[in-house]
């Protein structure tokens, strides 16, 4: 079964700076998708960047970025110039590329805190 | 375009009852899947139903059931509640493949007492 592992429980960051959140995961396919959603207070998970295995290019969302490391099945966030509204639960996901027979598998989250 | 629709967002229910939780997917979307998130265990993979027919199926107990209508919303049942199902109940909407993206409803917060 595939794992995702967030080893940061929490981060905190000055407003304006920059932020990079890890996540690491263990599959033994080679063509997968991987997510980060972002949960604030309201519950709703909002999906902030998706990146397809097979694509070398890092994805990237305006100010969200990822760094997405194959062979070492690694795939940190990135968030520059931190804004108040970027507090919340962020969750890295993996789905293999036919939407997996175990949907979604998150990892167990990071909450980011942005001081003013 | 109308978001993900769950319904209710809050529910008290006691042990023993059974619940009925409703996802309205955005419109064109065939495939609905559900999740469980508590503070211990985190997200969970319940089911994913796609055109009328589950798809997938998570490490659930039969307690735990769903059904989709021809309008693809979905509904999810718990039967006989234990104080552990308390959780939030999310659905999310896709149009069937990863590549599509998922987008999540607000869930419903289910306490059981």
């Known amino acids: 079964a595939q794992t995702v592992t967030q080893s940061q429980p929490e981060m905190s960051v000055q407003e304006a700076e920059t932020v990079t959140l890890s996540c690491t995961y263990d599959t033994s396919e080679s063509d997968y998708y991987l997510f980060w959603y972002k949960q604030p207070p309201s519950r709703q998970m909002i999906l902030v960047i998706r990146?397809?295995?097979?694509?070398?290019q890092n994805a990237t969302e305006n100010r969200f970025s990822v760094n997405f490391q194959k062979a070492a099945k690694s795939f940190s966030l990135k968030i520059s110039d931190s804004q108040l509204g970027d507090a919340a639960m962020y969750f890295c996901?993996?789905?293999?590329?036919?939407?997996?027979?175990?949907?979604?598998?998150f990892g167990k989250g990071t909450h980011l805190i942005i001081q003013p | 375009k109308a978001g993900v629709t769950q319904t209710p967002r809050y529910l008290i229910k006691t042990r023993g009852q059974q619940v009925t939780l409703s996802c309205s997917p955005i419109s064109g979307h065939r495939s609905v899947s559900w999740y469980q998130q508590t503070p211990g265990q985190g997200l969970q993979f319940l089911f994913e139903y796609f055109s009328e027919t589950q798809r997938n199926k998570g490490n659930f107990p039969g307690r735990f059931s769903g059904r989709q209508f021809s309008n693809s919303r979905s509904e999810m049942n718990v039967s006989t509640l234990e104080l552990g199902d308390s959780a939030l109940y999310l659905c999310a909407s896709s149009l069937g493949l990863p590549s599509y993206g998922y987008t999540f409803g607000s869930g419903t917060r289910l306490t059981v007492v």
């Open positions: 990146q397809e295995a097979y694509k070398q």
């Open positions: 996901a993996y789905t293999d590329s036919g939407g997996g027979a175990d949907g979604l598998t």
